[in-house]
């Protein structure tokens, strides 16, 4: 099945610093989605894409979907310690057709704030 | 406010007990999802139903998990016997058909198996 690669594993970054992190697939996707969770709780989501070349801010994150459809990124500015988390990519394969509505999801990328 | 509600919130049990977890998706939503988290494979799709009919149980293991929506208010997933390997967090989203395959989180059941 499809597989996504979410880099870096980890982030330990300053607060007020800028985060950029990414998600690429090995196959085409027609939905790119992030996530962030915080202990305790389930995944909530931040931002979705639809089309390739989409751009789409939500405060200070922003994501794109990827030309290619095989890859995306977010970018969070100004990091404050709320931050603080684990984001997920997920995505759904342009190929699933009938079958499998359900996201695939990157390993995710814990994000960590040093006062 | 609306949100997906998961009982219990944590479980322990022991090695050969049943389990069984509950779900209450966003009032609306015809598409319910069962997802497990663990720290080794991350969030793996278990299952999900659309209209209440199951669509995809690939990602579950058929001999002791089973997972039915007995209406569109409840979806519940069973495990019969429980092993300790099945110790994680089961997240249960929802969300519509047509939506970009949104899905909305429950807060999970964290099960743990002695």
């Known amino acids: 099945g499809q597989q996504l690669n979410q880099s870096p594993q980890s982030m330990f970054i300053q607060e007020g610093e800028d985060v950029s992190m990414n998600c690429t697939s090995s196959?085409?996707?027609?939905?790119w989605l992030w996530y962030k969770q915080d202990p305790g709780e389930g995944p909530v989501l931040l931002i979705a894409?639809?089309?390739?070349?989409e751009l789409t801010s939500n405060g200070r994150l922003t994501a794109q979907f990827g030309i290619t459809r095989k890859d995306s990124f977010l970018n969070i500015s100004a990091s404050i310690p709320s931050d603080v988390g684990i984001y997920f990519c997920?995505?759904?394969?342009?190929?699933?057709?009938?079958?499998?509505?359900?996201?695939?999801f990157g390993k995710g990328t814990h994000l960590i704030i040093q006062p | 406010d609306a949100r997906v509600t998961q009982t219990p919130r944590h479980k322990v049990t022991e090695m050969g007990q049943e389990v069984t977890m509950r779900c209450q998706p966003i009032?609306?939503?015809?598409?319910v999802f069962w997802y497990r988290q663990t720290m080794m494979q991350g969030l793996e799709l278990l299952a999900y139903?659309?209209?209440?009919?199951?669509?995809?149980d690939s990602g579950m293991p058929k001999d002791r998990f089973s997972a039915e929506m007995p209406d569109a208010t409840l979806a519940t997933l069973k495990i019969q016997p429980s092993e300790p390997r099945d110790s994680a967090v089961y997240f249960c989203?929802?969300?519509?058909?047509?939506?970009?395959?949104?899905?909305?989180f429950g807060p999970g059941t964290r099960l743990l198996v002695l």
């Open positions: 009032l609306g939503h015809n598409t």
């Open positions: 196959s085409i996707f027609n939905t």
């Open positions: 139903f659309r209209n209440r009919a199951p669509l995809d």
């Open positions: 989203a929802s969300g519509t058909q047509g939506s970009g395959e949104t899905q909305y």
């Open positions: 997920a995505g759904q394969d342009a190929y699933s057709g009938g079958g499998a509505d359900g996201l695939t």
């Open positions: 894409l639809y089309k390739a070349g």
